[in-house]
């Protein structure tokens, strides 16, 4: 991603149909580097969705979601996968942890797929795991640890290879912080 344009994310005209219930209509918005952003809205208005299109997991049936210039439906799915590996970090509304992983191993997950060696990758997880106090956790399977301990695991995982822009579609996520 350039560090030239100071815009981020930018929507233009973004539409987003499922079947015959569209969930988004002509949505546009800049977001602009180090800006927080917060989306409210009742259950079911697109919030999800509108994360989903951001991060290139979706692509929209109309208008184009630009990441720093770069048009995301435009990338081959494996440019996307790419994009978000090394870009973004998610924190999903379930949580999305690997039920047959370890909290310690969904956290070093991100580092692994980036090509991170095995020891740093633990190293870096633990580190996060402490810092978000759920490290007691670590060797432990997610249906082992309470919701608050898995909601701070997928923090964790979301935030232990440091990247530009971080998705959380999960209202108390987004108001935790790295200490």
């Known amino acids: 991603m350039s560090t030239s344009s100071p815009v981020t994310i930018e929507l233009r005209g973004v539409t987003k ?3 015959r219930q569209i969930v988004l209509t002509d949505a546009s918005v800049s977001i602009v580097r180090g800006e927080l952003v917060v989306v409210i809205g009742r259950s079911g208005s697109g ?3 509108l994360l989903r299109l951001i991060g290139g997991l979706e692509t929209p049936d ?6 720093d ?4 439906a ?3 799915e494996t440019q996307r996968a790419r994009l978000r590996r090394a870009t973004l970090g ?3 509304q379930f949580f999305n942890l690997i039920p047959t992983l370890t909290a310690a191993e969904n956290v070093e997950l991100p580092l692994a797929l980036n090509g991170v060696g095995r020891h740093e990758a633990r190293r870096r997880g633990i580190e996060l795991l402490e810092e978000l106090d759920v490290a007691a956790c670590a060797d432990r399977l997610p249906d082992e640890i ?3 301990e898995q909601q701070r695991v997928a923090i964790a995982r979301a935030l232990v290879h440091e990247p530009k822009l971080v998705l959380a579609d999960e ?3 987004a108001a935790g912080k790295r200490r």
Not at 62 to 67: A, D, N, T
Not at 69 to 72: A, E, I, L, Q, T
Request: aromatic share 10%; proline share 0%; glycine share 18%.
């Open 47 to 49: 919030k999800s969705t």
């Open 69 to 72: 210039g770069s048009d995301v």
């Open 146 to 148: 309470s919701g608050g």
């Open 74 to 76: 435009a990338l081959s």
């Open 171 to 173: 209202r108390r996520a």
């Open 17 to 19: 149909v499922y079947g």
């Open 62 to 67: 109309r208008g184009s979601v630009l990441i």
């Open 90 to 92: 998610f924190v999903f």
